[in-house]
Each structure stands twice: as structure tokens, then as C-alpha cells.
């Protein structure tokens, strides 16, 4: 029997014209960012490993060890369109991260991935997101693209939801979501017509094309922090925190604490008033569990407030040599700077 016929990118059309030959690096951004096999940050050329910084742009980080979860976070529907957004007061903040592709906050902000130039272009995909005619996809190859192809196209798919009227087209390219025409124009609304439409017919073919994630569009990023703190080391470390300091760290779990403190109190007040009543006064069950849960209301608030002082602390130790380091580089610099002022002017 003939081995099965490899994935191929399934979408053609061309909404920005030519770019410049089959498989072009100019649609790639100038720079990405990533971090080393050591965890340190590093900004490189996307031209030099193209595989690389696909696999980088197109990676869900750790939202992909939460999928199970993600019924927790949001519904199993499609996204809603950009004009909804705008109309249940919601902000729209560009951020260039899959990741947080439509997480939205509590404060009212969603956050929106632009439309990558080099998605737009089939030929490009063609060649570096289709796998090789010999791929099995059974196993993780590095020369298989499924996982980043699979992402590709479901955030493409998502932007078929998120446009969808005449007036989330122009939201769009206010909001510089979609990228320009090589003459600096946006992209034609008839054209994006017809890759929407394509785009969708490509899920009614097959849903599988798509990465699971993106079968639920909008997700909660508090109940993504949530489930972040507890199936992820370090503990009560949040999947991403607006404010990077520690009084933000400090904020963002006391919110929580102050929440379950209050159901606490209500249980224990309840349990008051059970003690109180002649029929629970003799009760030994009633009594052992009011026992139980007071030592619990007692011990749980102290341990959690020392957990987050205890994070806190190894986070300060993690960072200290960071910091130290950049003190000295501070004043080294200014060293050779007063160094240069003397030479100067002796
Ligand atoms: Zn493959």
C-alpha cells in the first residue's frame, strides 16, 4: 500500500500579490526574540534558521500543556468579530506573542496578534510549512511541520472569525492587524473575502487542519494565571503578569487570597451559628468538622501568604546576579566614561 500522501498548506489565495519569488525571506521581520538552550535572551536574524524562528513564532508556549483545561478558561466556539469587541468596552492591545492570541483581561483588554506578512504568502508557506514527502507525522521529526502549520492556520482561521464585516475590516487596519501591500496599501476587502472564505471551507473540510487551542477563541487570562499557578513550577507563578515587579506579584495573589479568606469566613460564621443551635451542639460529626475547619482557617491563609513570600524571596535570588551584573556594568561605564572626561582634558 502507498504510504499516505503528506499535509500540504491549504490555502492559496493571495490577498497580497506577488512578494517577490516562491519562498522569499523578505516577508520575514527584521529580528526575533527568543531564549537560549541556557534561558538566556537572545534577538536573532529569521533569514539565517528560518525553521527556528518559525517554530518560535508559531509557539503556543505553554498553553499547550493546559489544553485540557482550556474548557475552564473560555467557550467552544468561534471568535467573535473585532466590532463586538469594541462594543462590550473591550481594548484592543496589539501584542506579537501566539500565545496570548485573544486572551482578554479583566480590565477590559484583548489582546490581538497582527497577521504575520510571510502567513499571507502560500509560497512561502508552501515550502516551509508543509511537511516533506517522505514525513510519516507519527512521531516528532524535526522535518515535520504539523505543529506549526496546524497553529498557523488556526490563528488564520481566527482572523476569518475576527473580520467578518465590512467595519471589522476597518478596525483591522486602523489597528494595523493586517499588513500592508507592497505599495504601502492595505489589503483589498474583496480579497479578503475570498481567503476568508477559504479559510473557513478549510475547517468544514477538516477540522483536524487546525491546532485544537483555537477551537475556543476568547480565553480568560485570570482563570489562564489560575490554572498556571497550580500545574506549573514555580507555584502561584502566573501564566503572564501586565505588572513586572514585585509588588505586581504580591498584587495579583493577595486578589485571590482575599477572595478564598472571605469564603472561609462565611463557612466559619455558618459554623457558629450551627454550634449555637441545640441540635448541632451534641452532634460529634458537626463538632469534629468545625474542629477541622477552624484549625484549617487558621493554618491555610498563614501557609499560602508564606508560600507567596517564599516565591518572592527565590525570585529575588534568581535575579540578584542579573542585577548585580548590570550595577557593575553601570559602574564600569562610568568609569570609563570619567576616564575619558580626564583624558580630555589633561
Ligand atoms: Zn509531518
Known amino acids: ?23 522569499t525571506t523578505d516577508t520575514l521581520p527584521a529580528t526575533y526574540h527568543y531564549y537560549d538552550a541556557t534561558g538566556k535572551h537572545a534577538v536573532g536574524d529569521p533569514a539565517e534558521d528560518t525553521l527556528a524562528f518559525l517554530q518560535r513564532e508559531l509557539s503556543l508556549g505553554s498553553l499547550t500543556g493546559m489544553l485540557r483545561h482550556l474548557w475552564f478558561t473560555g467557550a467552544n466556539r468561534p471568535a467573535m468579530p473585532l466590532h463586538y469587541h469594541l462594543a462590550v468596552g473591550r481594548e484592543i492591545v496589539v501584542v506579537d506573542r501566539m500565545d496570548l492570541h485573544l486572551l482578554w483581561t479583566n480590565e477590559g483588554r484583548l489582546f490581538v496578534k497582527p497577521v504575520s506578512r510571510f502567513l499571507l504568502n502560500p509560497a512561502f508557506c508552501q515550502i516551509n510549512l508543509q511537511c516533506p514527502s517522505a514525513c510519516s507525522c507519527d512521531n516528532l521529526a524535526a522535518t515535520c511541520r504539523t505543529a506549526p502549520r496546524k497553529v498557523a492556520l488556526g490563528f488564520l482561521y481566527t482572523y476569518a472569525c475576527l473580520i467578518s464585516s465590512e467595519s471589522d475590516f476597518y478596525i483591522a487596519n486602523e489597528k494595523r492587524l493586517l499588513p500592508c501591500n507592497g505599495d504601502n496599501k492595505p489589503i483589498r476587502w474583496e480579497d479578503w473575502k475570498i481567503l476568508a472564505r477559504e479559510l473557513i471551507q478549510m475547517l468544514e473540510r477538516d477540522s483536524s487542519t487546525m491546532h485544537p487551542r483555537f477551537l ?49 469566613v462565611l463557612v466559619l460564621t455558618a459554623m457558629q451559628v450551627g454550634l449555637a443551635t441545640e441540635r448541632l451542639k451534641g452532634d460529634d460529626a458537626f463538632q469534629q468538622a468545625s474542629y477541622g475547619f477552624t484549625v484549617f482557617a487558621i493554618l491555610a491563609p498563614m501557609c499560602a501568604f508564606g508560600s507567596v513570600v517564599l516565591v518572592a524571596l527565590l525570585h529575588l535570588i534568581k535575579d540578584l546576579p542579573l542585577l548585580l551584573s548590570g550595577q557593575r556594568t553601570r559602574r564600569e561605564r562610568r568609569h570609563t566614561m570619567s576616564n575619558a572626561t580626564l583624558g580630555g582634558v589633561a
Not at 506579584?249 to 479568606?261: I, P, Q, R, S, V
Open 1 to 23: 500500500m502507498a504510504p499516505p500522501e503528506p499535509p500540504l498548506w491549504p490555502v492559496t489565495s493571495t490577498v497580497l500579490g506577488n512578494q517577490g519569488g516562491e519562498g
Open 216 to 264: 475556543r477563541a476568547e480565553l480568560r487570562l485570570s482563570r489562564i494565571n489560575t490554572i498556571h499557578r497550580f500545574t506549573h513550577l514555580p507555584r502561584f507563578d502566573p501564566y503572564f503578569r501586565s505588572r513586572h515587579n514585585y509588588s505586581g506579584l504580591f498584587g495579583d495573589n493577595l486578589a485571590w487570597m482575599a477572595t478564598a479568606t472571605v469564603f472561609v
